[in-house]
Each structure stands twice: as C-alpha cells, then as structure tokens.
C-alpha cells in the first residue's frame, strides 16, 4: 500500500526528481529503513502500456519541453535554441529515454587536474574520492541495472545485430581491440524482466522493460515498502531554511498550479544539470543572496555536455542499423588519456542504430532539404551512425543562470544554459571524426556525412564535488558544503564529465549516498 505523509511532517525524507539519482536514493533509502521518503517529480507518470513504438509521439510525451534559453558556441544553440538537452520530464526521469549504455569511469577520470596539470581556459579540479572507493558501488549498480556483459549482473553482452559485426570489423581494420556492448538492458530474463526482443525502440521508452529504468524498477520498489510517497506533477520551485541555515521544506506547484510546502528533514535534489542549480538559485534568501548553497559561487558553473560530434557513413552493402538495440557497439580503444595525440583525455566511438525519422531530423545538411540530403537517405539501409563521446574541460563561463526577464509558467526566471568548446574539446572531436573515417574507410565505405551536432542527452556538472568548499558546492558524499542536511544526487554533482556516459556512475553515486545518509541519521547528525 502507498503511503501518504502530511505536508507538515518535518522528519519526510524529501527527493526531488526520479531518475537515475532520484529513483535509485528513493529505494535504497526505503530498502534501508528510513520511513518517510516523498518523492517529487516535476513529469507525468507513465505505464509500460503507454509507450509507443514511435520517434516523434515519444518525444512530445517524455521530453522536457520547458522554455529554456541557450548561449555560446556550442550547435544547439543555433540548431536548438530552446532545447539544450534532450531529458525527461516523467516519472523515471531520463532512464526512461537513455540507451542503456553502462560504462565505468576510468581511474584517471577521477583525478583529472593530477593527470593533465592544468588546463589553459579549464577548470580543472580532482574529484574528492577515487576508482577504487568507487569499485563497490559500481558493482552493486552493475547488478541492481542488470548490465549485460558485467560479471556483477553474470549476464552475457546481447547478441550482436549486423550493425555491430560492421563497426567491429572497422575496429579490427585500423587495430582497434576493445569494441564492448556493455548496456543495462537484459540478454536474457533477470530480475523479473524479459531479455531484450531487439525492437529497437530504446530511446522511446522500452515497452517490455528489458532496459532497466527507475519508472519499473527502483520507485515501484521503493513504494511498495510503505515507506515512500511519489507525488508526480509537483514541480519544485524553491527550498526553504530556518534562521540557522538548515533546510527544512520544499515549496512546490502541482498539476493544477496550486502551491504546497512540504516540510522536511533532510532534502536532495537530483532534478538535473539544468533544473538542479536553477532550483538552488531560486531559493536565494537574505541568509543566501547568491543562491542556496552557493558561497563558493560554483552553482551553475561548469557545465558538460561531452565533446561531441555526430556522423554517418554509407557503405556498399546493406547494413540495416534499425535492426537491434540503439546503441550497436561502443568502440573503447581511444579512451585513454595520451597526450601524443595532441590533447589530454579521451573518446569513445559510440556506435549509433537509429531509426529513419531521427536518422532524417538529425542529418540536416547544410543547404536542407533538396539531392544533398535526399541522397543520403536514399541510402539509408546502407548507413551506420556514431556519436563521438569525449571528455569536455569544464570551463566556468559553461553554465546555467537565471534569465532577467523570462518567466516559466510558475513565474520563475527560466534558465539560460550555456556551453561553448574548449580548444581540447575540439581537438578530441577532430581526432575522433578521422578515427571514424578510418574505420569506415578501410571497409570500403562511399561517404562520410557529418551533421549538426544534436541537444546534449548527457549533462553535466554545474553543482561539483570538490574537497575544498570554495572549489564546488559538495563534499564526496554529495552533501553540500555550506547546508548539512542539503544533498545533490545526479550529475550535476560530477567534478568532471570523463569520457563514459554517466548514468552507471549515478547510480552507484546514489548508492554510496544512501548508506551515508542512513548512517547519519543513526547518528543523530542529520
């Protein structure tokens, strides 16, 4: 039986956001004993019946589609300007949307000032805990997500589709060796999920449920402890303190707009890197005129969305890249950092299966519609996909701030996202493009096509770990420097973007996080 807590119950456990983060703290927390957890999501909550096998009818229905604003360099703003992230706004969060793939930082990831030294133009500071602190956590989430291919989970990687055998063959040609499909969607059944049909479908939401996403997994968990209220529709618009600086409720609006406070004891925001340090310099007061926990000035800043680029190849034979999972094959062999090849940090080549409604809207060649793009399409069933994942140097002009004059439909100021290249980042996206021309080359492909690159799916940083508090805004276990009983649980709290997709290392973040938050609790320090 769901439970329901009173607004005025001032030991709720509150959590804004369900995803990745949010979920996962939700269930572990609830998993662990803690009685009253609220959960606030800003999204709808959806059924596995209600996604549908359809690009465009998926994105309108998952996707945040608040007004938000985009500056600097980077291509969405010209290409996306009021949508500077492809995420969520549901019950699940962005699990529902992503692709699945679960990589593990790499050692050097987490001390990324100690490896490059220091960066001209980049904000480069180590995380404040390392790898092997991490190895634990990262196993449990290998087998909470059922990642295929992790000894954790015991399952093997899904079979291959025709679009992988062709990027590992690529590989193999220019002696690349390290070509994984590590992905939490299950090859088989496991825990109490089907194994993947390979619809193909994965970033529309999967009907079965063979990926694994909060939505089916940690919250209905959570819930059915009894110790756990998810209230979706309830979008947050500012947390509260006492005189001493402690938080003690969240204010939010629900479907209808009315407006609630929720008292709590404990509060942790894993809404994401845009919504996240948008909310805490919403809750700016006279005690914190520069935005809740933000003495140190960092909230917002250095913002990462990945070095980024996105291309096709055409190949003489058929390849049929619909066919499978969306991510085909994850091509490693560049993910070290050496600086020989001209920069610091790494890349990897992530193998793309998309389908042709996204295949077309992406492509957007420069002079549009007309022989130049219609000629690629025609060859569609020849094409294969990749898009180039590398380390972004943050950089503290990249952020989120609160826009002067825009109101969102809440009458808050509505966030200006901005993100422009470091020189690093460039020269990783170069490097990679070659790499992926080489690849395709020696397999005797007949063109290359790079596009725009498309809103960033994975982003991060803008409310950092740091072990000083006048680096970032978190100490190691997410918790803020300035408020105790404040944490960040998503990517927001990331020092450095790294080079793997980011949702494995939430997880296990949000992992770690729980035990501490209940080993505090006992302890009477929070």
């Not at 919504?275 to 006279?286: H, I, V």
């Not at 920069?343 to 060649?365: D, E, H, K, W």
Request: with cysteine; aromatic share 8%; glycine share 8%.
């Amino acid at each position: 039986m769901a439970a329901t807590f009173d607004l005025n119950d001032s030991e709720v456990v509150v959590i804004v956001g369900s995803g990745a983060g949010g979920g996962t703290l939700a269930n572990e927390l609830a998993q662990k004993g803690v009685n009253k957890i609220v959960i606030l999501e800003a999204g709808k909550q959806f059924t596995l019946e209600d996604i549908e096998n359809d690009e465009w009818a998926m994105f309108s229905k998952l996707s945040w589609l608040d007004k938000r604003v985009t500056a600097g360099t980077w291509s969405p703003h010209r290409t996306a300007p009021n949508l500077p992230a492809w995420i969520c706004k549901t019950v699940g969060g962005s699990t529902v949307h992503w692709t699945g793939v679960s990589l593990r930082f790499q050692p050097h990831e987490f001390k990324p000032l100690t490896t490059y030294g220091r960066v001209l133009d980049a904000n480069l500071i180590d995380w404040p805990l390392s790898y092997e602190d991490m190895v634990p956590y990262y196993e449990l989430a290998e087998k909470k997500m059922g990642v295929s291919g992790a000894p954790a989970s015991g399952m093997p990687e899904l079979p291959k589709s025709n679009n992988t055998l062709v990027a590992e063959a690529g590989a193999r040609k220019i002696g690349y060796k390290n070509v994984v499909h590590r992905m939490a969607i299950n090859s088989r059944p496991y825990d109490g999920r089907p194994g993947c049909q390979q619809i193909g479908f994965c970033v529309q939401g999967c009907k079965i449920g063979a990926k694994w996403s909060t939505l089916y997994t940690e919250i209905p968990r959570a819930i059915a402890t009894g110790r756990v209220e998810l209230r979706p529709e309830a979008m947050v618009l500012q947390i509260q303190h006492d005189k001493s600086g402690k938080v003690n409720g969240v204010l939010y609006a629900d479907k209808n707009g009315t407006k609630h406070l929720q008292k709590a004891r404990i509060v942790c925001v894993a809404g994401n890197s845009i919504e996240s340090p948008r909310l805490l310099l919403n809750s700016a007061s006279s005690k914190f005129t520069d935005g809740l926990a933000n003495s140190s000035g960092q909230v917002g800043r250095n913002y990462m969305a990945h070095a980024t680029a996105a291309a096709f190849a055409i190949h003489q034979k058929p390849v049929k890249m619909h066919r499978g999972t969306a991510v085909a094959a994850i091509v490693m062999d560049e993910q070290k950092h050496d600086p020989s090849r001209g920069f610091v940090a790494g890349y990897n080549l992530i193998v793309l299966s998309q389908g042709l409604p996204f295949a077309a809207a992406f492509l957007r060649t420069p002079n549009g519609w007309g022989r130049e793009m219609t000629s690629v399409l025609d060859k569609y069933d020849h094409m294969s996909g990749v898009w180039i994942c590398g380390e972004q140097m943050p950089m503290e002009q990249n952020g989120v701030t609160l826009h002067p004059t825009e109101k969102d439909q809440h009458g808050l100021p509505v966030p200006i996202v901005a993100n422009s290249d470091h020189a690093n980042d460039a020269l990783i996206v170069k490097h990679a493009l070659g790499q992926w021309r080489k690849m395709n080359d020696a397999l005797g492909s007949n063109r290359i096509v790079e596009v725009p690159v498309w809103p960033a799916a994975h982003n991060l940083g803008t409310n950092r770990m740091s072990a000083k508090a006048s680096d970032g805004v978190v100490n190691k276990w997410g918790q803020a420097h300035d408020v105790k009983n404040l944490f960040i649980s998503d990517g927001s709290q990331f020092a450095s973007s790294a080079v793997a997709n980011p949702t494995l290392t939430i997880v296990a973040l949000a992992i770690r996080q729980a035990e501490y938050i209940v080993d505090q609790m006992k302890r009477k320090q929070l």
